[in-house]
């Protein structure tokens, strides 16, 4: 999963710069308003919930835009109804694409993703083309800095990850999704609060991408899509080397 290791180290910094750009808040609120509808408007007894509300007071979001965004979810003022949809599809030399969407229009956010893959080198395919590449899992990312990496292992698996990666600046650490809060919870009482604790897709199946210009085209077509703003995640099976991540 040393593919997975670097495209995560890549996700996570271009996180920090959309988060500066304050883009972040929309799919945030987003995030929040479907998780109240779901599962209702108590975080203590909506994970998901609380998952999101931690990542608005992380990206600073003010307590009444929080407070709307969960009424909005749970019907008591009115908003638009979002929806969850996922496509599927490839980039550039066969690089499997997953596209995590929250939505008000289904029919507009399929025909900008598809205009996306179109213009950028990738092709849209059906439901299941390459979800079977895909676990959905928690991933829990802290600096390489909060300690060796032996002793973050440890506590990491005893904490009940089920994988755990290092790169010369990160730990990235998975968990099944039932595990996740858990998990983060016992090490941010350890360690403090991690660099980024979410829940996404995690290829299982590595396209090794050698060269530069194939591997800027994935990222071209992951940019497009992430611009979008109903798209909440870009997730890529592309294995590339340390040379060809620095350059990205």
């Given at each position: 999963m040393a593919g997975h290791s670097k495209w995560a180290n890549i996700k996570h910094q271009k996180a920090r710069q959309d988060a500066k750009r304050g883009k972040i808040f929309t799919k945030i609120i987003r995030d929040i308003m479907t998780a109240a509808k779901s599962g209702g408007g108590d975080p203590n007894d909506n994970p998901s919930l609380g998952l999101a509300i931690k990542k608005a007071?992380?990206?600073?979001?003010?307590?009444?835009?929080?407070?709307?965004?969960?009424?909005?979810?749970?019907?008591?003022?009115?908003?638009?109804?979002?929806?969850?949809?996922?496509y599927e599809g490839y980039a550039t030399s066969g690089v499997a694409v997953?596209?995590?969407?929250?939505?008000?229009?289904?029919?507009?956010?399929?025909?900008?993703?598809?205009?996306?893959?179109?213009?950028?080198?990738?092709?849209?395919?059906?439901?299941?083309?390459?979800?079977?590449?895909?676990?959905?899992?928690?991933?829990?990312?802290?600096?390489?800095?909060?300690?060796?990496?032996?002793?973050i292992m440890e506590a990491a698996i005893e904490a009940g990850a089920d994988d755990f990666e290092a790169s010369a600046e990160f730990y990235n650490i998975t968990t099944q999704v039932a595990d996740f809060g858990a998990v983060r919870d016992t090490l941010e009482a350890a360690y403090g609060e991690a660099e980024s604790a979410d829940l996404t897709y995690i290829p299982n199946n590595m396209q090794e991408i050698t060269k530069l210009e194939q591997a800027q085209s994935v990222m071209k077509l992951s940019a497009a899509l992430d611009d979008d703003d109903d798209v909440q995640d870009v997730i890529v099976n592309m294995d590339i080397s340390e040379e060809i991540a620095a350059q990205l």
């Open positions: 007071k992380d990206a600073n979001m003010g307590k009444e835009v929080m407070d709307r965004a969960i009424k909005r979810g749970t019907g008591e003022i009115q908003g638009a109804d979002y929806v969850e949809r996922t997953m596209v995590v969407t929250l939505t008000d229009n289904p029919t507009r956010t399929v025909t900008n993703v598809r205009t996306a893959f179109n213009k950028n080198g990738g092709n849209m395919g059906n439901d299941g083309a390459v979800a079977w590449m895909f676990d959905h899992r928690g991933v829990i990312v802290y600096p390489a800095s909060i300690g060796d990496e032996d002793t």
